[in-house]
């Protein structure tokens, strides 16, 4: 049997970045049944949403490492999924990132919980470089990535055929 790791909680001034628990599965869920997530092809029924849920879950397990739930602070909503990830099938370790509801977008959270998250990363895991994959009609994300001190560093076409851009970070990037 493979043992959990457990993840540590880093807190920042505005955030509780947690190890993902069943009470953020409603959160996940309401992203993954948006329009939001319709625009980036994300949108899960339920039950798939759970399952990738459960998803999230396992890549920690078996890679010891694997993404936060972010939590606000002043009321302990969960604000969206942020941190290291690299599943079978993806060349490169990503720093990923995702606010489940937009009444916390534009908010300064995601960069908040992704700077964190590089911290983390670059810190903690030892990382000499992560990437960030954005489609590219998410301007956000790439705006988020150029604000985090990321390059775009070409392209790279998913297993599913989708073509997503590369934004690469390196240590010492936003501060």
Do not use: C
């Amino acid at each position: 049997m493979i043992a959990s790791p457990v993840l540590p909680v880093i807190e920042t001034e505005r955030l509780r970045l947690v190890q993902p628990a069943a009470s953020h599965i409603p959160a996940m869920t309401a992203f993954h049944g948006s329009d939001r997530a319709a625009a980036l092809d994300w949108q899960l029924m339920p039950h798939e949403a759970w399952r990738h849920f459960a998803f999230v879950l396992g890549h920690t397990v078996l890679r010891g490492f694997g993404p936060f739930v972010a939590e606000a602070k002043e009321d302990g909503r969960a604000v969206g999924l942020f941190g290291p990830w690299h599943p079978e099938g993806q060349p490169e370790q990503e720093l990923k990132w995702t606010v489940w509801s937009a009444a916390d977008e534009g908010k300064g959270f995601a960069f908040e919980a992704a700077r964190a998250m590089l911290g983390h990363a670059f810190g903690t895991l030892g990382w000499t470089t992560a990437v960030s994959y954005i489609r590219p009609s998410n301007a956000r994300s790439a705006a988020l990535a150029r604000r985090l001190g990321a390059r775009e560093d070409g392209t790279w076409t998913t297993p599913r055929g989708t073509e997503v851009r590369v934004f690469r970070h390196q240590p010492g990037g936003a501060a």
